[in-house]
């Protein structure tokens, strides 16, 4: 058996990775955020106002771990907590702050995107779509 080398599509596919990660940081940090608030800013951006339980749900934070997100978010003037939900349940929004740095994220993550994919057709970016969905499958089995 050989072993793993720097020139294997794994080691470059972890090293993409790793790298693209930190870029995607750089605006959460230089904000004052924390990865993973931007998972609340574009659930937020998307679905307009939404329940703490639904957006529980979309993001994958469990309770107290979204209690102290949500929190913090409002603090820094991010989101508000609203209730207009029918049953009168808390609902959660951007604020016009929150929507701006939502933008500069989703810019961001385009322009890391572009530079991942820039080059193929989309035929050939659907079918590498694909064959990393079927790796990521593969690997959650």
């Known amino acids: 058996m050989s072993k ?11 090293e993409a990775g790793q790298l693209a990660r930190q870029r995607l940081l750089v605006p959460l940090v230089e904000r ?14 998307t679905e307009g ?3 703490e339980f639904d957006l529980g749900e979309m993001t994958g934070l469990d309770g107290d771990a979204l209690v102290r997100r949500v929190a913090r978010l409002i603090e820094r003037g991010l989101i508000l907590r609203d209730t ?5 349940l808390p609902t959660f929004r951007l ?4 929507a701006r740095i939502r933008t500069i994220l989703s810019d961001n993550w385009q322009q890391l ?3 991942l994919l820039g080059e193929l057709t989309e035929k050939r970016r659907k079918g590498f779509g694909k064959t990393l969905k079927r790796f990521v499958d593969l690997l959650r089995s």
């Open 49 to 51: 106002g939404i329940t």
């Open 84 to 88: 207009v939900s029918p049953d009168l």
């Open 95 to 98: 604020t016009d702050r929150g």
């Open 113 to 115: 995107e572009e530079a």
């Open 4 to 14: 793993p080398s720097r020139t294997s599509t794994l080691y470059r596919l972890i």
């Open 32 to 45: 004052g955020l924390e990865p993973g608030d931007d998972a609340v800013l574009f659930v937020l951006g």
